[in-house]
């Protein structure tokens, strides 16, 4: 039981460490820099995307930023979790790369799904914003793994 606490354990609550950071500094952020990236609106957008597609009205504004938000930390805590398939000494090199292609694709996916490129390509430091927060995403992921893993749990 052991083994599977520090196989399953580590890389879950690593990576809900590191979604939480980042939401926390996106959505801060979007409150007190104008050029901030705007992931909320990629997540309300890409919800009232598929609800419209399957026929379903999507909830009001501040419900929908709600299950924006609750998806954001969902997707990004199973994405960072990808960071136990490394080692732990390698989790610094992973985190980045995990945060680094996050923040790549956050920049530029959304045009070509249909989203938008406003919310993370709106000035350059919109777009250099993204991909640096989507890498403290990763860092905190990392660190967090590493910590985690010592744990005797």
């Known amino acids: 039981m052991k083994k599977l606490n520090k196989t399953i354990l580590s890389p879950l609550g690593s990576g809900l460490l590191g979604a939480v ?12 820099i104008p050029a901030a990236p705007r992931a909320d609106i990629l997540g309300m957008r890409a919800i009232k995307k598929v609800m419209d597609t399957v026929d379903e009205e999507p909830p009001a504004d501040d419900e929908l930023h709600d299950w924006a938000l609750g998806g954001d930390l969902l997707s990004n805590t199973l994405y960072y979790s990808l960071i136990g398939l490394s080692k732990p000494k390698d989790a610094l ?3 980045a790369a995990l945060g680094l292609a996050a923040g790549v694709g956050a920049v530029g996916l959304p045009g070509p799904l249909g989203l938008g490129t406003t919310p993370t390509q709106r000035t350059p430091a919109t777009a250099a ?16 793994y590493q910590a985690l893993r010592k744990l005797r749990f």
């Not at 950071?21 to 007190?32: D, G, M, N, P």
């Not at 914003?129 to 967090?144: D, F, H």
């Open 129 to 144: 914003m993204t991909i640096g927060w989507y890498l403290v995403g990763g860092l905190v992921t990392a660190g967090a």
């Open 21 to 32: 950071a980042l939401t926390v500094l996106h959505e801060s952020a979007r409150r007190l």
């Open 93 to 95: 090199v992973t985190g």
